[in-house]
């Protein structure tokens, strides 16, 4: 089975630094979305991606977040300067067109 | 504006049990999506329905059932014979086709415990 797969699982980090997510999607899904998830919350939208072309970006998405999807494969979330409030689960999502979008495992990132 | 509220927050239930999970929504477009999710205690959302808001049949798979009335707003979630495993957290969430991102926008869960 070739589902949405996400890398790492898990991350711990301290304040101020560097991290990057890897988000592989169901290979033959167009659209790539990345959503972000605080304890006891729904999903939030981040961003999408159609092909390698990032079209929507949330206001939740500050300019510490970027994001990329060369080739219109894998994507990749970086969160540079990390602070606390990062701390999330960082969910990936794919789909074909405006079909069901089928989700990854998740990403959980704690900040220290 | 858009909105997804799941009001039950929590539901404890004794296995067989009918449950409902409860799901309202707010939308001035007038063709959109509405979806259930489940997220297990692994964490990953696992896709159950999707229905367009021009068809109001009820849907039935399994012990599942999900009845949607467009004059109330809601896309409501029945469990028949609840077991154990469907022990989750369960996501309502609203796609509106007039947004080309078809971004999901989700309610804040109902948390669902079906007790042996």
Redesign the interface.
Known sequence: DTGVSQDPRHKITKRGQNVTFRCDPISEHNRLYWYRQTLGQGPEFLTYFQNEAQLEKSRLLSDRFSAERPKGSFSTLEIQRTEQGDSAMYLCASSEGFNEQFFGPGTRLTVL | AQK?TQAQTEISVVEKEDVTLDCVYETRDTTYYL?W?KQPP??????LI?RNSFDEQNEISGRYSWNFQKSTSSFNFTITASQVVDSAVY?C?L?E?ED??????????TRLLVRP
């Open positions: 997804v979806f999710y692994s964490g990953e959302l696992v896709f999707r996501f969430a796609s086709t080309s991102s078809y971004k999901l926008i989700f309610g804040s869960g």
